[in-house]
Nanobody, 115 residues
Framework: QVQLVESGGGLVQAGGSLRLSCAAS????????MRWFRQAPGKERELVAA????????NYADSVKDRFTISINSAKSTVYLQMNSLKPEDTAVYYC????????WGQGTQVTVSS
C-alpha cells in the first residue's frame, strides 16, 4: 500500500503562486509515476502534470504548460507542483496520484483563485 498526503492548497489572487506538496509513504519502491490531477465543480477530473519517480521525464496539460512545474524529491518521497500565474480557471480540488502495479490517490487539496 501507498499513502499520499497533499498540502499547500489555499486561496490566492489571480496572477499569484502556490506550491502543492504530496508526501508518499509505505511501499514507495513500487511507484514509477506520480501525477497531479484536478477536478473543478461540475467538471471531469483532468490530468495536470506527471513525472517519473526518477524525475527523468515530465509532461503537462496544455492548459498549464509554462505556468506549472512538477518536480520530485525521491529521497523524501515527495512530489511538488509549483503553480505560477494562476488563473480563476485553475480553481479546483487538486489530487496527487501514484501509479505502480496499483494506483493510489490522496485526499485532495482545494485551490481557489480569485479574480
Amino acid at each position: 500500500q501507498v499513502q499520499l498526503v497533499e498540502s499547500g492548497g489555499g486561496l490566492v489572487q489571480a496572477g499569484g503562486s502556490l506550491r502543492l506538496s504530496c508526501a508518499a509513504s509505505g511501499r514507495t519502491f513500487s511507484i514509477y509515476t506520480m501525477r497531479w490531477f484536478r477536478q473543478a465543480p461540475g467538471k471531469e477530473r483532468e490530468l495536470v502534470a506527471a513525472i517519473a519517480w526518477t524525475g527523468s521525464s515530465t509532461n503537462y496539460a496544455d492548459s498549464v504548460k509554462d505556468r506549472f512545474t512538477i518536480s520530485i524529491n525521491s529521497a523524501k518521497s515527495t512530489v511538488y507542483l509549483q503553480m505560477n500565474s494562476l488563473k480563476p480557471e485553475d480553481t479546483a480540488v487538486y489530487y496527487c496520484a501514484a501509479r505502480g502495479i496499483n494506483e493510489y490517490w490522496g485526499q485532495g487539496t482545494q485551490v481557489t483563485v480569485s479574480s
